[in-house]
Nanobody
Framework: VQLQACGGGLVQAGGSLRLSCAASGRTSRERNMAWFRQAPGKERVFVAAIRWSSRHTYYTDSVKGRFTISRDNAESTMYLQMDNLQPEDTADYYC????????????????????WGQGTQVTVSS
């Protein structure tokens, strides 16, 4: 499985960006796909995830109500719509996919994800 992320950029506080992550190769319909982010000097942390088959979504508290994760099954592409961006959202954003179904409690666990895309940089100026 290969993941290709794009859509990052520089935006002012309060602005919006839409990240995309296209998957290719032998993907599982039961997979989770997710976005993680890593700010300079900090660990990579969970942002949002979607169960591909059910479209159930999960968010870290700091982005609830501002970010929306979605997917297009026909295009095997996952999206992250980010609205009302704030300087603390500045980070490299990574998309990730599991190889198959995982238990719900591991949704936010970085180690549960088998495949990773390259990072796309998001910078929010104040």
């Amino acid at each position: 499985v290969q993941l290709q992320a794009c859509g990052g950029g520089l935006v002012q506080a309060g602005g919006s960006l839409r990240l995309s992550c296209a998957a290719s190769g032998r993907t599982s319909r039961e997979r989770n796909m997710a976005w993680f982010r890593q700010a300079p000097g900090k660990e990579r942390v969970f942002v949002a995830a979607i169960r591909w088959s059910s479209r159930h979504t999960y968010y870290t508290d700091s982005v609830k109500g501002r970010f929306t994760i979605s997917r297009d099954n026909a295009e095997s592409t996952m999206y992250l719509q980010m609205d009302n961006l704030q300087p603390e959202d500045t980070a490299d954003y990574y998309c990730a996919s599991t190889g198959g179904r995982i238990i719900l409690s591991r949704t936010r666990d970085l180690s549960a994800y088998d495949f990773w895309g390259q990072g796309t940089q998001v910078t929010v100026s104040s």
